[in-house]
């Protein structure tokens, strides 16, 4: 049951570190990456604080991650990060107002019936 949480938290903090990303990712705007904008490009990045945040909660997540590996089998661990898709669904739509359609209704909800099922 214990590890189930540390799953559940490493789950959470991934997907809300997704969310956090877009947040600063629209702040940001076009981002090139090539090798000339690079090291300005990597500035603007660490300059943007939900940038930073995200990247902070994600870190986490792979440290709790690799705890979790540590204590269970990966088969069984694994599955459980398709929650993260759940959770980026309504994270963003509740965070970032995008729309919420049957389709994405259909998908989250094959998706938990997936992890029941194979963790069953």
Not at 50 to 55: A, F, K, N
């Amino acid at each position: 049951m214990k590890t189930l949480v540390w799953i559940m938290v490493s789950v959470v903090l991934g997907s809300l570190g997704q969310v956090v990303l877009k947040l600063g990712s629209n702040k940001l705007g076009d981002v090139g990456l090539s090798l000339q904008t690079l090291p300005e490009d990597m500035l603007r990045l660490l300059k943007t604080p939900e940038i930073v945040v995200g990247l902070v909660l994600f870190g986490t997540s792979f440290l709790l991650w690799i705890k979790v590996l540590t204590q269970t089998e990966l088969s069984y661990a694994y599955p459980m990060v398709s929650l993260g898709y759940v959770n980026v669904v309504l994270l963003s739509y509740f965070l970032l107002q995008e729309t919420f359609t049957w389709n994405k209704l259909i998908g989250t909800a094959i998706i938990i019936i997936g992890i029941l099922v194979i963790n069953k």
